[in-house]
């Protein structure tokens, strides 16, 4: 605390404490290059340092920036939150400092800015409208990007502004209201936190009123209600642990833009975007999701990503966000037929050798091509069942190919390991696992625990 006034001291540690980044449709534009979509930027700043700094910024990430006007007359919009730590141990925002005009934007800006929309409309996907009220999207304007996105056939998605009226996004293809700017723009107040029936009235008189196509109303904790021409549907969200909400509603709209754009245009879309909010509010600050991570959550909240047992693309999808986290990645594979505790104690010393153990189990034609055609005694279903349980293993995939080469060449592991009394250069994967840089470790061997030698020891006997 001060001792000259009684408020907090943020103690700046020097200019590396300071970070700078792209907010408001800034942040929508870096959100969207998280999902490898190509970004055209159209928007107004002034003719500052920070405006500068804001094209410097989308310019590094890839961002196509020649739309961007500048107005001498305004300042960029500037927010800068100072962030402590609370009780000592996660960041906590303690104030904002907002340096902004609301002053709408000139006769000669906005058009301006519609020169730079009709350079780039017909090259575009989709279009998003970000509205913060600041001067930028004036009804003028927004009532001529409706025109021009009618006219050629581009969904023209909108996140508005927290304002009475919707008249200027009429026509829109989708909007994106919260729950507070829902309730402003139909004159309601504090409805929809505890009424989802409230919900679905103001999600169906928003699209009838103004003609949207769909309207997603977000509720925070509550989901998602979509309202289409099919009517009405709630999609709920898993609880999260919520650290910091910023910029949760600017990756919904990019997450939705993306969806539209590969034709997820439904209920598909709207559960790609809850689950990119679920992943931003989860992280501090407004950071971009990676279209990795929002793979893997879809990954996992679908059948195809519990238990242990994958197919090879999903099972892709996990290892790149782990391996990207620094997870070190070990490979081994077998016929695992008749398992016995040479297989668990080799598998054992399997995990030990990484952070995570990826196991490959031949499929029943690849075992009788090795073993013979009374192998395997157990199919792989009842093989999978059974290593399923032992706690070394991390993921199992099947593959059908007489050799593991696909299988290493698409996992590209850490280690790959092997279990026997051999040399390196016997592994019949050798040259390739030198080719590609992978270190192979060569585990212990037990003798007479073999799953040949069992089963010719309960037929001799």
């Known amino acids: 605390m001060s001792p000259d006034a009684p408020v907090p001291v943020l103690s700046i540690d020097g200019e590396s404490a300071i970070e700078r980044r792209p907010g408001g449709t800034g942040n929508v534009a870096i959100c969207l290059r998280g999902l490898e979509a190509e970004v055209s930027v159209v928007g107004l700043i002034g003719d500052d340092e920070a405006g500068r700094q804001l094209v410097s910024l989308l310019d590094s990430e890839g961002c196509e920036t020649g739309g961007i006007v500048i107005d001498s007359s305004r300042p960029t919009t500037v927010k800068r939150s100072l962030v402590g730590l609370a009780q000592h141990r996660h960041p906590q925002k303690m104030f904002r400092l907002d340096v902004e005009s609301r002053r709408a934007a000139s006769d000669e800006i906005v058009e301006r800015l519609l020169e730079a929309i009709d350079a780039r409309i017909d090259a575009v996907d989709c279009v998003c409208l970000e509205d913060y009220d600041k001067g930028g999207c004036p009804p003028a304007l927004c009532r001529a990007l409706v025109e021009r996105c009618r006219a050629r056939g581009v969904p023209l998605l909108v996140d508005p502004a927290a304002i009475e009226d919707y008249s200027r996004y009429a026509g829109a293809s989708l909007i994106t209201p919260n729950r507070s700017e829902a309730e402003l723009a139909t004159n309601r107040s504090g409805g929809l936190d505890t009424d989802l029936g409230a919900a679905v009235t103001i999600a169906i008189g928003l699209r009838e009123t103004h003609d949207f196509d769909v309207v997603v109303l977000t509720l925070d904790r509550d989901g998602a209600m979509l309202a289409s021409e099919a009517g009405c549907t709630h999609l709920p969200t898993e609880a999260k642990s919520v650290y910091d909400v910023t910029g949760a509603g600017d990756m919904v709209l990019a997450t939705l833009a993306v969806a539209w754009a590969h034709g997820f245009r439904g209920v598909e879309g709207v559960r790609l975007a809850n689950l990119a909010a679920g992943i931003e509010v989860s992280l501090t600050?407004?950071?971009?999701?990676?279209?990795?991570?929002?793979?893997?959550?879809?990954?996992?909240?679908?059948?195809?990503?519990?238990?242990?047992?994958?197919?090879?693309?999903?099972?892709?999808?996990?290892?790149?966000?782990?391996?990207?986290?620094?997870?070190?990645?070990?490979?081994?594979?077998?016929?695992?037929?008749?398992?016995?505790?040479?297989?668990?104690?080799?598998?054992?010393?399997?995990?030990?050798?990484?952070?995570?153990?990826?196991?490959?189990?031949?499929?029943?034609?690849?075992?009788?091509?090795?073993k013979g055609p009374e192998r395997p005694i157990f199919n792989e279903t009842e093989r999978l069942e059974v290593l399923s349980e032992l706690q070394s293993i991390d993921y199992l995939v099947v593959f059908e190919e007489p050799t593991a080469d696909l299988l290493i060449e698409s996992i590209a592991p850490h280690t790959y390991v092997k279990g026997g009394d051999?040399?390196?250069?016997?592994?019949?994967?050798?040259?390739?696992?030198?080719?590609?840089?992978?270190?192979?470790?060569?585990?212990?061997?037990?003798?007479?625990?073999?799953?040949?030698?069992?089963?010719?020891?309960?037929?001799?006997s």
């Open 285 to 370: 600050g407004a950071h971009p999701v990676p279209l990795a991570d929002l793979r893997r959550a879809a990954l996992l909240a679908s059948t195809a990503g519990r238990g242990k047992v994958r197919q090879l693309e999903h099972l892709l999808i996990e290892l790149e966000v782990l391996r990207r986290d620094g997870c070190r990645i070990v490979l081994t594979n077998g016929c695992f037929d008749v398992i016995h505790a040479g297989h668990v104690a080799y598998l054992r010393e399997a995990r030990q050798q990484g952070d995570l153990l990826v196991v490959g189990i031949n499929a029943d034609a690849s075992v009788r091509a090795i």
């Open 422 to 460: 051999y040399q390196e250069s016997e592994i019949a994967e050798y040259d390739l696992l030198k080719r590609l840089g992978i270190k192979i470790g060569i585990l212990a061997h037990r003798p007479g625990l073999g799953s040949s030698a069992i089963i010719d020891r309960i037929r001799s």
